[in-house]
């Protein structure tokens, strides 16, 4: 087992305590699913919607662990020269040019045909090894010494042929390369595969991972997370902000406000050194968590009656 798996503590609290640590504040599931991965050495496939916090979960991770993040962002079109590996062009032509300036004493060395053709065919040999060899993110992370955490983000954007490329890699830290054979991770890798199920992934993928789903938080943990990443907002108005955003995501928008958006807001709250909540405030800021103008509409008949909620809650909690 390799040092960054050993690194990893030996329970779900620990795991979580420490991704904690790192700035992530992580339900159950996900503590549950970083510690499973550890002891079976299984890739997690993380799916939700955008912006509750998947990509930040391989960030915390890798700085929780002291790894370093490699991150491959899908895309549809993307192939193995972009994700695995390319040849150096450019350090090709300029040796090809050397090579050509110099041929006529490498071959007039030989005294046959054969000879000639022999030395030619070990120099052309050259041109596709190691010294010409571009390490793209797959590569690099197999190749890392010391372990990394690999974030294959955004999954469901690129091609069901590069998903199948994916699959050695997933299932047994390797992948083949023509011109160099089999390459095999000495450290495996913690790989993370993102999805906002843009498209349905193929089973195969599936059984190669542990499968954690993170959808958008209750009013206790998005508490937890706002203090931990905007500490400089006030316990009442955080009470408040988290209790008009939970209020808005009960409203038929077209895109719910997700945590990144709460995050957003807490921050522009605390540039504006709100103290609470009023309507002339929020509706100068809607536009942070709303992004659609339809959702900004939807929402402004609601908004008294969601920020009387949000400050009678408040005084409960506090």
């Keep these: 087992m390799s040092p960054a798996w050993h690194s990893l503590p030996r329970s779900i609290g620990a795991t979580m305590r420490g991704l904690e640590e790192a700035g992530y504040i992580a339900s159950q599931p996900i503590a549950t699913a970083v510690y499973l991965a550890h002891h079976l050495q299984k890739p997690i496939l993380v799916e939700g919607p955008a912006g509750v916090g998947k990509t930040e979960l391989a960030k ?7 790894l370093g993040l490699i991150r491959m962002q899908c895309y549809e079109g993307l192939d193995e ?7 150096k062009y450019g350090k090709q032509l300029l040796y090809t040019q050397i090579l050509k300036d110099k041929l006529g004493t490498l071959l007039g060395a030989e005294s046959t045909l054969e000879a000639a053709v022999e030395r030619l065919h070990g120099v052309g040999d050259l041109f596709f090894s190691e010294h010409f060899l571009e390490p793209r993110p797959l590569l690099r992370a197999l190749r890392a010494p010391e372990g990394a955490v ?4 955004e999954v469901d954007k690129a091609d069901q042929e590069f998903e199948a490329f994916l699959l050695e890699i997933l299932s047994d830290y390797q992948v083949s390369i023509p011109e160099i054979g089999t390459v095999r991770a000495e450290v495996p890798p913690i790989v993370l595969l993102t999805s906002n199920s843009m498209r349905d992934l ?6 190669r991972c542990l499968h954690l789903h993170i959808g958008l938080p209750d009013a206790k943990l998005e508490g937890r997370i706002v203090a931990a ?13 988290v209790s008009f955003v939970q209020g808005l995501r ?7 406000p997700s945590v990144s958006e709460t995050l957003d807001w807490a921050r522009v ?3 504006l050194h709100a103290r609470e909540l009023d309507a002339e405030l929020v509706r100068g800021t809607l536009n942070v968590l709303l992004k659609f103008e339809s959702d900004i509409e939807a929402a402004e008949p609601r ?3 969601l920020l009387d909620k949000a400050r009678r809650e408040a005084e409960i909690l506090g």
């Excluded at 915390?60 to 002291?66: D, I, P």
């Excluded at 020269?81 to 040849?87: F, P």
């Excluded at 193929?202 to 059984?207: E, H, I, P």
């Design 60 to 66: 915390a991770v890798a700085s929780w662990l002291g």
């Design 81 to 87: 020269a972009k994700a695995l590996y390319e040849w």
């Design 229 to 241: 990443r905007v500490p400089g907002v006030a316990e009442s108005l955080r009470h408040q902000l």
């Design 150 to 153: 690999l974030l294959v983000d």
């Design 303 to 305: 908004l008294s009656e």
């Design 250 to 256: 009960g409203l038929d928008l077209k895109k719910l």
């Design 202 to 207: 193929g089973d195969a993928l599936k059984r």
């Design 269 to 271: 709250l605390v540039l």
